[in-house]
C-alpha cells in the first residue's frame, strides 16, 4: 500500500527501493479507483475495500497510488486539488479524451 507524502509542492513516495518525486504544479489530471474485494479468513469472511489515486503528468506520465482505504485516497485527492488548482480531477469522458 501507498507510503505518500505531501509536502514542499510535491508527492513523495516510494518506488521497490527508491524513493520518488511528482511536482504536484506539473499534475494535469488525477482521479477516483475504488476496488471492492470479497475476502475469507478461516472461519469467516469480510469486504474489504482498495482505494486507488491515478495521477498523470504533463509528459503523460502516469503513478497509481493504492491505499486501504477509499478515505485515505480521497484525502490525498483533496489535498492535491488544494495545492494545484489547474488539476483535472475526476474520470469523465472529457478527460478521458483530453489526457489519454
Not at 506539473?26 to 475495500?49: G, I, N, R, T
Not at 489515486?53 to 489535498?79: T, Y
Request: aromatic content about 8%; proline content about 1%.
Amino acid at each position: 500500500m501507498a507510503k505518500v507524502m505531501v509536502e514542499n509542492g510535491k508527492i513523495i513516495y516510494r518506488k521497490l527501493l527508491d524513493t520518488c518525486e511528482l511536482l504536484i504544479a506539473d499534475l494535469v489530471w488525477a482521479y477516483l479507483q475504488q476496488e471492492d474485494l470479497p475476502a475469507k479468513m478461516c472461519c469467516s469472511s469480510f469486504h474489504a475495500e482498495i482505494g486507488r489515486v491515478i495521477v498523470m503528468d504533463r509528459n503523460g506520465k502516469k503513478e497509481v497510488f493504492q491505499f486501504e482505504s477509499m478515505q485515505e485516497a480521497r484525502e490525498l485527492l483533496e489535498r492535491l486539488q488544494k495545492e494545484n488548482r489547474d488539476l483535472a480531477v475526476g474520470y469523465t469522458e472529457e478527460n478521458r479524451k483530453r489526457f489519454e
